[in-house]
Nanobody
Framework: QVQLVESGGGSVQAGGSVRLSCAASFYDYTCMAWFRQAPGKEREGVAAISTSLSGAYYADSVRGRFTISQDKDKKTLYLQMNSLKPEDTAMYYC????????????????????WGQGTQVTVSS
């Protein structure tokens, strides 16, 4: 079972940037992804990436502001978050999955996943 460890969260003002990292014990899954969960809300997919082809997929709410990337040699997944808004405040989780259908968030959200412990991002106005 893969072990996922997120880091890089913190507090930032609106308009600022944060870069999250997720170190994986191994990097053999088809897709890696970032999810987030705000208080009182369901966990939602933010971005996903194909580990073999590096195709990236984004939620509409973050497209153009967030960038998912990976360094397979380092077995590390990243999420660069720019132009942050207060509504981006959430616990951010790294996930690994082998979804049927590909790495579009639609399939990743419905697949069985392994999770990291999460890292908090707080955006103040």
């Amino acid at each position: 079972q893969v072990q996922l460890v997120e880091s890089g969260g913190g507090s930032v003002q609106a308009g600022g940037s944060v870069r999250l990292s997720c170190a994986a014990s191994f990097y053999d899954y088809t897709c890696m992804a970032w999810f987030r969960q705000a208080p009182g809300k369901e966990r939602e997919g933010v971005a996903a990436i194909s580990t073999s082809l590096s195709g990236a997929y984004y939620a509409d709410s973050v497209r153009g502001r967030f960038t998912i990337s990976q360094d397979k040699d380092k077995k590390t997944l990243y999420l660069q978050m720019n132009s942050l808004k207060p509504e981006d405040t959430a616990m951010y989780y790294c996930a690994a999955a082998d979804p049927f259908g590909g790495c579009d968030l639609y399939y990743v959200e419905r697949a069985n996943k392994f999770w990291g412990q999460g890292t908090q991002v707080t955006v103040s106005s």
